[in-house]
């Protein structure tokens, strides 16, 4: 079992930046591939940025590439997510994830654990 709980979020005026944060419990983090997702009013979950294991791969969805990255610290059991040049569109609830999976997975359900969300709202 892994509990995860993330940190960080809030208000920020478009163009600028927050860190969010997920903490994970357990011996095991180091195995696992890690997400970011995020979820808008009336709109599907999507998988923002994603990380395997050891860190080798990265993933991250069009609309933010460039602006956004992922990072995980396996001494901490951390994964954290730096989100710069924020856009209203960024607005959404936005969740960390674990999954079993050894590569690189981005649907949803392809992950096993999920901490709470965190909401993100970004003025224009």
């Known amino acids: 079992q892994v509990q995860l709980v993330v940190s960080g979020g809030g208000l920020v005026q478009a163009g600028g930046s927050l860190r969010l944060s997920c903490a994970a419990s357990?011996?095991?983090?180091?195995?696992?591939?890690m997400g970011w997702f995020r979820q808008a009013p009336g709109k599907e979950r999507e998988c923002v940025a994603a990380?395997?294991?050891?860190?080798?791969?990265?993933y991250y969805v069009d609309s933010v590439k460039g602006r956004f990255t992922i990072s995980r610290d396996n001494a901490k059991n951390t994964v954290d997510l730096q989100m710069n040049s924020l856009k209203p569109e960024d607005t959404a609830v936005y969740y960390c994830?674990?999954?079993?999976?050894?590569?690189?997975?981005?649907?949803?359900?392809?992950?096993?654990?999920w901490g709470q969300g965190t909401q993100v709202t970004v003025s224009s």
């Open positions: 994830a674990a999954s079993k999976y050894l590569s690189m997975v981005v649907r949803g359900t392809g992950y096993d654990y």
């Open positions: 357990g011996r095991t983090f180091r195995t696992y591939t």
């Open positions: 990380i395997t294991s050891s860190g080798g791969s990265t």
